[in-house]
């Protein structure tokens, strides 16, 4: 996954954003734990990086990195600010 996010091709990083999306959901919210700071991470370059994606590619950034509060509210927060979304990991 951490290949395909950062160094795959578009379709690559469209299927590595949907497994970890897919991942979270369907991993209990303790065992994800000491994944949320690198899957959060990968999920903020993959969607800077977004800009010249196809939108199916966009859909899937946006849906795994609104599955991540949504699953695991203790450990992920949003923040928004100028139309950029930030995440901020709680420990």
């Not at 590595?16 to 991993?27: C, F, R, S």
């Not at 303790?30 to 994606?53: H, N, R």
């Not at 139309?83 to 709680?90: I, L, S, W």
């Amino acid at each position: 996954m951490v290949v395909g996010l950062t160094m795959g091709s578009i379709d690559q990083r469209g299927n590595a954003t949907y497994t970890v999306g897919d991942l979270v959901k369907h991993t209990e919210e303790s065992a994800m734990k000491p994944l949320i700071l690198p899957f959060t991470g990968l999920l903020i370059c993959a969607a800077i990086q977004a800009v010249s994606y196809p939108s199916g590619v966009k859909t899937t950034i946006l849906s795994a990195s609104t599955v991540m509060p949504q699953r695991i509210p203790n450990h992920v927060r949003l923040r928004v600010s100028v139309g950029v979304v930030a995440r901020r990991t709680e420990w």
